[in-house]
């Protein structure tokens, strides 16, 4: 306890040093605790979230190492522990922002789109971060769709408009409606 003591007296480094004098422990919240310590202390600590992982899997925890991979821009770590941690919770919201989250920062703007298509997210649990990271991926992936030249043509109505007016309409249609070439 002297530990938990001293971090919530902003003793940070006399805590980490109590937490590291009990050695071997068998219970997950311990390695999660010691791990959310030493990042504050910008301390290496994805081995006491693994060995949390290992002891008790829990949603907690695989977003914990999701944000560690991120903290380091290992964005197929951090995939690779998101698709592994939905599987294991599906009805986690929270797991399924950060795995559409991590697809969209590593280009993967489709899978994040498609993942996001089938999460429930109730307003004022982070709706406002699915509602930022659909939107990034979905002009993204618009992009990159644009650029590689595959979107389908605008039709227009039988009036005539100059090119530079068809280029300003494919691009909001773009991006309101993704539509891939078939």
Request: with cysteine.
């Amino acid at each position: 306890y002297r530990g938990l003591i001293l971090w919530r007296n902003i003793r940070f480094e006399e805590a980490l040093a109590e937490f590291e004098k009990i050695g071997e422990f068998d219970f997950a919240p311990f390695f999660q605790a010691r791990a959310e310590l030493c990042k504050l202390l910008k301390k290496p600590y994805r081995a006491d979230l693994e060995r949390a992982l290992a002891m008790e899997p829990s949603w907690r925890i695989y977003g914990a190492l999701m944000d560690e991979a991120e903290s380091r821009c290992a964005w197929n770590e951090s995939i690779r522990y998101g698709e592994e941690g939905y599987a294991k919770f599906p009805e986690c919201f929270t797991l399924a922002l950060k795995l559409a989250g991590a697809y969209r920062s590593d280009g993967q703007y489709r899978k994040a789109i498609d993942l996001l298509e089938k999460v429930v997210v109730m307003p004022a649990e982070g709706s406002w971060l699915g509602r930022y990271i659909w939107r990034l991926a979905n002009i993204q992936y618009a992009v990159e769709l644009a650029n590689s030249g595959n979107i389908l043509p605008i039709r227009t109505s039988g009036a005539k408009r100059s090119a530079r007016a068809n280029r300003r309409i494919s691009a909001s249609i773009c991006v309101s409606s993704i539509l891939p070439r078939r």
